[in-house]
């Protein structure tokens, strides 16, 4: 309509053109815009920053609780993906779940039982070692992920799979340890988790070892899901060409994504910075009441 009018039609004969009626075209032309549209236009504008700040990778859920954290505002979900649609933009889906087959035999004392609970950061660590390809060949990534605020707490990154590669993760989480209670170590069977250099490590810095069952994904699940959410969200988004790029990527990934700005839903969709900072103004509460009474 519009068209036809800068084109010198009249806006009579335009609406006669295409056959609308010229009630609705005023209508439409000078209707105000709902406190709903306003809502809605408002709604895409922070739905869009909220998106591009999470790398493209949020979807409803993630966006939902960052509109609530980040601005204090409830919006339903059907809303939000109206708003999506509209934007044309969507989250990236999770990792597939796979199921081991092979058998479930325990070859060392597994301390948690698949019970990954923690009541303080540094009670649970989990690790575990990823590989993935270059056009260089295959870099390894081994990761400390703290049960507590699901912080990845200390990485490596190396061209081999080995027991110093284990032992530098480690040795990097290790700056976060207090005294302040025990703090128990969690790894599968691996090759480089089983070997004296590590073992020895773990007694250095006076951890409690404890591995999961042979062949069990789920003996290590919160580890596996971090991979999960490490190989949807960067790995698998483009071909890397040189271990530099990949490394790059790996740590911009973890030091300035996952651990300070995305949301993870197993911790009310706080990030790890966030739920850690919640933890230690809890902490310098209950002091200040002891210290009154």
Same mark, same amino acid.
């Given at each position: ?36 549209d306003l809502r809605q236009l408002g709604l895409e504008g922070l739905v869009k920053d909220i998106h591009e700040r999470s790398r493209a990778t949020y979807g409803v859920l993630r966006i939902r ?57 540094n009670e649970v660590w989990l690790t575990d070692i990823t590989e993935h390809p270059t056009r260089e060949g295959k870099l390894y990534c081994c990761g400390v992920l703290d049960m507590y605020s ?36 969690? #790894?599968?069977? @691996? %090759? ?15 951890? /409690? +070892? =404890? ?13 596996? #899901?971090?991979? @999960? %959410? ?15 790029? /990949? +490394? =790059? ?45």
């Open positions: 309509m519009r068209g036809l009018h800068s084109l010198g039609f009249s806006e009579r004969y335009a609406c006669a053109i295409v056959d609308l009626p010229r009630s609705t075209y005023q209508d439409i032309k000078y209707r105000l815009p709902s406190n709903r609780a960052a509109l609530e954290i980040e601005h204090g505002l409830i919006v339903n979900t059907k809303l939000i993906r109206k708003v999506m649609n509209r934007l044309n933009i969507k989250g990236i889906p999770g990792p597939r779940k796979g199921y081991s087959n092979l058998k479930n035999v325990a070859t060392c004392e597994d301390l948690l039982q698949r019970d990954f609970s923690a009541s303080r950061p699901r912080k990845i707490v200390g990485w490596a990154i190396g061209r081999r799979c080995t027991s110093d590669l284990v032992n530098t993760a480690l040795m990097n989480a290790s700056g976060r340890l207090d005294g302040d209670g025990y703090t128990v170590i969690h #790894s599968d069977h @691996g %090759s480089q988790f089983t070997s004296w250099a590590f073992s020895e490590k773990v007694r250095q810095l006076g951890l /409690l +070892s =404890s591995m999961g069952t042979v062949g069990d994904a789920y003996d290590n699940a919160p580890m596996e #899901s971090f991979w @999960g %959410s490490l190989q949807v969200e960067l790995l698998n988004r483009q071909t890397w060409h040189t271990f530099v790029e /990949l +490394s =790059s990527a790996i740590a911009d990934y973890i030091e300035n994504f996952y651990n300070t700005n995305r949301r993870h839903s197993s911790i009310g969709y706080l990030t790890p910075h966030e739920y850690e900072e919640l933890h230690t103004r809890k902490e310098q509460a209950q002091l200040l009441q002891t210290v009154a009474h």
